[in-house]
């Protein structure tokens, strides 16, 4: 059972252009939703997160926008720049089915930023 | 400083063989992770653990056991590799989940690339 699902898979952005990446979840347990960006040969890193009671957050060049009500949210790359380049994974924390407290990721969406 | 190291980077053997990742973070955290990247990117946890409590995910064969030495440590062991257990596996570390300002970061190693033949 997949309780984060991203989309899309892969993204080919220009530079300077936006890039969108969308999150759905089905857990309403969960109260934190991060993003990770992971560059090859490296791990994960967090790069921004909201809690469901604001809409968006803004941070530089990223913005997550939220929609509790759908159960969605999504990560933009404003200005995209070939230094994005990355997989993006993005998350939500909880209290799983299972009754313990941890962090579920998408599937991760592989970003490409060309020149 | 690293903060979460993990060592070997690389890892190659032989099927059936017994093999161990060892972790370390020097964060003061009290929870540890294990992930396992497919070659697909899914990050899939394995073992949450801090010293109150073991979390295994259920569908982990095993053959696969944490091992934590101190608060600082936890080593993943590897009995009787299988080619499907090929795969870039992650230690990570966080300030205790169960506290109410648990945020979700996760800091995480460099990753551990297993081989198996």
């Known amino acids: 059972q997949q309780q984060v699902k991203q989309s899309p898979q892969s993204l080919i952005v220009q530079k300077g252009g936006i890039s969108i990446i969308n999150c759905a979840y089905e857990?309403?347990?969960?109260?934190?939703f991060p993003w990770y960006q992971q560059f090859p040969g490296k791990g994960p890193a967090l790069l921004i997160a909201i809690r469901p009671d604001v809409s968006e957050k803004k941070e530089g060049r990223f913005t997550i926008s939220f929609n509790k009500s759908a159960k969605q949210f999504s990560l933009h790359i404003m200005d995209s720049q070939p230094g994005d380049s990355a997989t993006y994974f993005c998350?939500?924390?909880?209290?799983?089915?299972?009754?313990?407290?941890?962090?579920?990721f998408g599937k991760g969406t592989k970003l490409s930023v060309i020149p | 400083d690293t903060a979460v190291s993990q060592t070997p980077k690389y890892l190659v053997t032989q099927m059936g063989n017994d093999k161990s990742i060892k972790c370390e973070q020097n964060?003061?955290?009290?929870?540890m992770y294990w992930y396992k990247q497919d070659s697909k990117k899914f990050l899939k946890i394995m073992f949450s653990?801090?010293?109150?409590?073991?979390?295994i995910n259920e569908t982990v064969p095993n053959r696969f056991s944490p091992k934590s030495p101190d608060k600082a440590h936890l080593n993943l062991h590897i009995n009787s590799l299988e080619l499907g257990d090929s795969a870039v596996y992650f230690c990570?570390?966080?300030?205790?989940?169960?506290?109410?300002?648990?945020?979700?970061?996760?800091?995480f190693g460099e990753g551990s690339r297993l081989t198996v033949l």
């Open positions: 998350a939500a924390s909880g209290v799983t089915g299972a009754g313990s407290y941890q962090l579920t």
């Open positions: 964060l003061g955290h009290d929870t």
């Open positions: 857990n309403t347990a969960f109260d934190y």
């Open positions: 990570a570390s966080s300030q205790d989940r169960i506290l109410a300002e648990f945020t979700g970061e996760l800091f």
């Open positions: 653990y801090n010293n109150k409590e073991l979390i």
